[in-house]
């Protein structure tokens, strides 16, 4: 199967063309700068190249001579929006096969393609020895996007992976803190060993230390069979608990006191079983703030807090957003057995304008929706949620207490996810105001 490596910045257009050579049977890499190809092309061995020549960090005919330098019958073809007969002769000058402008017809991009693997050799380009294959180990899930939050996002991850450090994550609902938490178990050295989630918001604080630990048959009402826990389940590898914070004072006591001692009793039992784990959190509150109101233990909150790493919205990262679309696209087709193409360009400019404040997961169910109802190559405006045609919220809209006080508070905590600290600044007041007022108003 012969290899196409895309350079493309316009990452709607760059999927779109990588689905159709797919479907022709090619074998596809796509990038989406000069400096993303140069890197792949002296790991990876391509059978030719299609270029954008306008690209962020390069120009298209500087980069063609710089390929063409250095693997001489590599077959460079050269995609512009900018349709200029000066441009075409230059890049055909520098050793370009061939040149197409944008917007170009699916008969056309197959015919440039099977021109040039005509007129110039197919030999594939030999990999440099100094070059070593890399066995990937990052969570299939996770998706490196190439917004600055998402690179220092991953920058984080790669750094305190291979660490035993406990790392807690903090974001909004919906941003893949769990695929977070995996990724960098599968870049650890005790990715060998189980990855056991637990979202402590399901477990009720009666049950917590069974769920935790473990228990023997007999050891209370209803444990009719032994039990192991999550931390003896979790043993050589990586425990990773979600929504930390809604974990109750006394269950707190009991988890740090394993996290000390890394040693377990199960419920109803006298022996001790020593653990090796290693603890990721996670949490959409604000830790700090709970500590000052009592509500979580300052020395749980230290000792779970090694490292924090900031789970982005998907409004911070609004360039990863068709990177992400397309993934879970992919996902999908292969969930649902179809097999639609992409985004029609009127879904991609209501998906960039929409505040999704389910993040991730809200992008995630709506393609899989699209998808399943989707009958043609693309997803259409038709079959999304009626939501989406709203008008757009004003983010920055101002709260104010002057009219119908215990409405504001409560939008204020909605909009922030249940957050004081925010819903206060949203509301201009302090911290210690708005907590006089929720207990006026008795808001939960």
């Not at 055909?92 to 197409?100: H, P």
């Not at 594939?124 to 690179?151: D, F, H, M």
């Not at 920055?396 to 409560?410: D, G, V």
């Amino acid at each position: 199967m012969l290899k196409i490596l895309i350079i493309e910045d316009d990452i709607s257009f760059c999927k779109l063309l990588e689905k159709f050579l797919i479907k022709n049977n090619f074998e596809v890499r796509i990038t989406f700068s000069a400096a993303e190809a140069r890197l792949a092309i002296q790991a990876e061995a391509f059978d030719l190249i299609l270029t954008d020549l306008r690209l962020p960090d390069a120009d298209g005919i500087e980069l063609l001579g710089e390929f063409k330098a250095a693997f001489l019958q590599l077959p460079v073809i050269l995609m512009t929006g900018y349709s200029e007969v000066s441009t075409a002769v230059k890049a055909i000058k520098n050793g370009a096969s061939d040149y197409i402008s944008k917007p170009f017809n699916p008969d056309e991009v197959l015919a440039v393609i099977n021109n040039a693997f005509t007129i110039q050799k197919t030999d594939k380009i030999t990999k440099p020895k100094t070059v070593q294959e890399t066995k990937s180990t990052v969570a299939t899930e996770y998706v490196q996007g190439i917004s600055a939050a998402s690179k220092k996002l991953s920058e984080h991850i790669k750094l305190v992976s291979p660490t035993d450090m406990s790392v807690l994550i903090i974001g909004e609902s919906g941003t893949g803190k769990e695929i977070i938490a995996q990724s960098i178990h599968q870049q650890s050295r005790r990715k060998e060993h189980n990855f056991i989630a637990v979202d402590c918001g399901a477990i009720p604080k009666e049950l917590a230390a069974s769920e935790f630990f473990g228990h023997l048959k007999g050891s209370f009402t209803g444990a009719i069979s032994d039990k192991t826990g999550y931390f003896e389940a979790a043993n050589g590898g990586t425990l990773f608990l979600d929504e930390i914070g809604n974990l109750s004072y006394e269950n707190q006591i009991q988890l740090l006191r394993a996290l000390q001692e890394r040693k377990i009793k199960p419920v109803g039992s006298n022996k001790e079983i020593a653990v090796d784990i290693r603890i990721i959190t996670a949490t959409n509150e604000d830790l700090r703030q709970a500590v000052k109101n009592g509500d979580f233990r300052e020395d749980l909150y230290h000792r779970i807090n090694e490292f924090s790493i900031h789970s982005p919205s998907l409004n911070e990262r609004e360039e990863d957003l068709i990177l992400f679309a397309e993934f879970f696209l992919e996902k999908a087709n292969a969930q649902l057995g179809k097999e639609v193409i992409g985004f029609s360009k009127e879904v991609v400019s209501i998906f960039q304008n929409y505040d999704w404040p389910g993040n991730l997961r809200e992008l995630q169910n709506c393609v899989k929706r699209a998808t399943l109802l989707t009958q043609g190559d693309f997803i259409e405006s038709a079959v999304l949620p009626a939501e989406f045609f709203h008008p757009k919220k004003d983010r920055t809209a101002p709260f104010s207490l002057s009219e119908n006080e215990k409405e504001a508070i409560e939008n204020a905590l909605a909009k922030t996810k249940n957050n004081k600290s925010e819903a206060a600044k949203l509301l201009k007041i302090t911290r210690k105001t708005l907590y006089n007022k929720l207990k006026l108003y008795n808001i939960n």
